[in-house]
Nanobody, 118 residues
Framework: VQLQASGGGLVQAGGSLRLSCVGSGNTFSIIAMGWYRQVPGKQRELVAD???????RYSESVKGRFTISRDNAKNTVYLQMSKLKPEDTAVYYC?????????????WGQGTQVTVSS
């Protein structure tokens, strides 16, 4: 599976951005898609993810402000980010987990920079 993320940029605090991540390849084996973020010197952390059955998880820091969704027909996962704060500044990565008869695998996109100015 290959992932292509887009939608990052520079935005003022309180603004909104929508990230997109398009999957290609063996997308039929995807069981979950999600978004993580990382700032220099810190570990990559979960922002939100979405399982095939519709279950979602959100980091406490983004609950009520971010929404994850998926368009299965387009093999795309979105992250709608609203009420952005400077502390949301990070490189955002999309991630997918696949399961096949040979086991599970995790794939990462290339990352997209989100910068929130105060």
């Amino acid at each position: 599976v290959q992932l292509q993320a887009s939608g990052g940029g520079l935005v003022q605090a309180g603004g909104s951005l929508r990230l997109s991540c398009v999957g290609s390849g063996n997308t039929f084996s995807i069981i979950a898609m999600g978004w993580y973020r990382q700032v220099p010197g810190k570990q990559r952390e979960l922002v939100a993810d979405l399982l095939n059955g519709g279950t979602t998880r959100y980091s406490e820091s983004v609950k009520g402000r971010f929404t994850i969704s998926r368009d299965n027909a387009k093999n795309t996962v979105y992250l709608q980010m609203s009420k952005l704060k400077p502390e949301d500044t990070a490189v955002y990565y999309c991630k997918t987990t696949t399961v096949t008869s040979r086991g599970s695998n995790v794939y990462w996109g290339q990352g997209t920079q989100v910068t929130v100015s105060s």
